[in-house]
């Protein structure tokens, strides 16, 4: 038993990398397996030294190519300024907090208002039927008008019916306008989310004795919800550049920020510093839905046969 | 003749690890090529990882195993090389929904064995003839009985004219009028010399057609022997228990 105690604690010294020696059987790593080890570790070396030099290489080139393009001075000047950078940054911030409230509130909205036309559009018996048709004909409308006549029409026509009690603020208006058509993107993602789930489960839950509104609720939304949640994810990214569009009717966001710099100095740095400011505010949204992607697929690798 | 005795199989103290938990410990094999080899045990013994570790669709731990002498878990081998000389039909049969049954078959001998489309396809063809599939070669997976799918299956491992057949619980998705006609054709592949291992729940049939059988208990080969040894004098209490249960099913 000692014996036995001896052996393992001496493992566990031996090799650190070794996840086994937990299972408490006395295992000790053969010479054959420490020499493949040995190997493997040679060679992920040489691949990263390999990778390090190619990406050097591909930067140094890159870097000649780009520095000795005709008209590299100009665009520099003119896009790559570094005073205007300085200048536009604080502004583009500022006005960047104005699409992150907007994504914020138009997100919520619109994952709502999604999945009640998804519901409305699924749901079953005669007396529903203007609901299902109405949520259709939502839906095919709104996908199929472009985002930036839907936001013309509202922030700037909406305002000239003068209407009493209705805002003329064009942030309002626009995110109404984002949440418009963006509400007919979600509903079709989770109508397919909800047809996705097999029928077996909805009849596995009416089984039971759950309605029809139940079975939704409990079985079949969950499974739903869940599955849809890369491509929703994919959307919200889409609409947080988008965010970006209500500036047309006026507001200060980021973009309009660059602009009115822009429009005073005719250098089109601060367009470049709004742009890269948003693409560093998707970055970490895709990465996440990589991630949520990649783990959803890894557990449902498990769940299979092999 | 020692040619021929040489195992076409070998595995030497494998070990296989999942985490924290050992499925494979100390596992020796040797199989002697035109033999039969059947690995029976509970769910979750390790056979199926033991067929997986032979394809090297699992890596292993420790412990080595040869194809042909040659050892195939050594780190500087071509693994699809490997690969190219196993057969392996799933329990689930994994046939390619969007491929029609003859292209399933011809898939490997013609994109990795550079056979002409006209050859792949008249051995395809007469692999399905044998197997009594001849009219299904332009059918879809999908329209085909599992029976019939789990045979074309076995037909695609065997287009590549592989040097060993690994079949993993072939017959587990299968209702029992399916059963016998998937085990008719391991039977007659025996007959034909073909080398196999193969992971089975069926043990009647194993001990039918099998030249050793290894009984796996926690990822240990805890008895092995010919049908008869195995079946018949079981040395290991576990063994006993295991088959015991399985009589009282009425599997045996």
């Not at chain 1, 570790?41 to 691949?47: E, L, T, W």
């Not at chain 1, 140094?60 to 000795?68: C, E, G, I, Q, T």
């Not at chain 1, 500036?247 to 089109?268: C, E, F, H, K, T």
């Not at chain 2, 587990?172 to 085990?183: C, Y």
């Amino acid at each position: 038993m000692t014996l036995a105690k001896d052996e393992s604690a001496r493992e566990g010294a031996d090799s650190k990398d070794d996840t086994t020696g937990g299972a408490g059987d006395g295992y000790v790593p053969s010479e054959r397996r420490l020499e493949r080890e040995r190997y493997k570790r040679a060679r992920a070396r040489r691949a990263t030294a390999v990778a390090a030099l190619s990406t050097l290489l591909t930067a140094v080139v890159l870097y000649l190519v780009v520095v000795n393009a005709p008209g590299w001075p100009r665009t520099k000047e003119t896009f790559f300024s570094a005073q205007y950078a300085r200048e536009a940054l604080p502004k583009v911030l500022e006005g960047l907090w104005l699409n992150v409230r907007l994504l914020a509130v138009c997100g919520v909205a619109v994952l709502v208002l999604g999945m009640l036309i998804a519901i409305a559009r699924t749901l079953r018996g005669p007396v529903f039927f203007p609901l299902r048709v109405l949520a259709a004909a939502y839906t095919d409308f709104f996908r199929g008008l472009p985002l930036i006549i839907n936001l013309m029409i509202v922030v700037l026509g909406v305002p000239a019916l003068r209407l009493q009690g209705v805002t003329v603020d064009p942030v309002l208006l626009g995110g109404t306008a984002l949440t418009l058509t963006y509400s007919a993107y979600v509903a079709e993602v989770f109508r397919a989310g909800i047809e996705s789930i097999h029928p077996s489960q909805r009849a596995a839950a009416r089984s039971l004795g759950l309605t029809n509104r139940q079975a939704l609720r409990y079985v079949v939304l969950p499974q739903a919800v869940r599955r849809q949640v890369p491509p929703l994810l994919n959307d919200l990214v889409s609409l947080q550049k988008d965010t970006g569009l209500v500036s047309i009717g006026g507001a200060v966001d980021a973009v309009r920020a660059a602009d009115i710099i822009v429009g005073r100095s005719l250098n089109y740095t601060p367009y470049i510093v709004a742009g890269l400011v948003f693409v560093a505010l998707t970055i970490p949204m895709t990465r996440f839905t990589d991630w949520v992607t990649a783990r959803m697929d890894r557990q449902r690798a498990q769940g299979g046969s092999l | 003749m020692s040619d021929a005795e040489a195992p076409v199989l070998r595995m030497e103290s494998v070990r296989k690890t999942f985490g924290g938990s050992v499925v494979l410990r100390d596992v020796d094999l040797a199989v002697a090529p035109h033999t039969v080899t059947a690995l029976i045990g509970a769910s979750g013994s390790g056979k199926s990882t033991l067929l997986r570790c032979a394809n090297l669709l699992e890596d292993i731990d420790d412990g080595a195993i040869w194809l042909d002498g040659e050892e195939i878990t050594d780190p500087r081998v071509d693994q699809d090389a490997v690969r190219r000389r196993i057969g392996v039909v799933f329990q689930a049969y994994n046939l390619f929904p969007h491929m029609s049954v003859l292209d399933n078959i011809t898939l490997g001998p013609r994109r990795v064995h550079g056979a002409s489309r006209a050859e792949a396809e008249e051995r395809a063809r007469g692999l399905l003839e044998r197997l009594g599939l001849g009219d299904k070669a332009d059918a879809y997976p999908d329209r085909l009985s599992g029976g019939q799918q789990q045979r074309v299956a076995i037909v695609r491992a065997l287009a590549v004219r592989p040097r060993l057949l690994l079949l993993d619980e072939i017959t587990a998705a299968l209702d029992p009028e399916l059963v016998g006609e998937v085990l008719e054709v391991v039977r007659g592949l025996k007959d034909d010399g073909m080398t196999m291992v193969l992971a089975t729940h069926e043990m009647g049939f194993a001990r039918d057609v099998a030249d050793q059988i290894c009984f796996l208990d926690g990822g240990v080969v805890l008895e092995r022997g010919t049908a008869e040894q195995v079946f018949g004098d079981p040395q290991q209490e576990r063994t006993r228990r295991f088959l015991r249960r399985i009589v009282e099913a009425g599997r045996l």
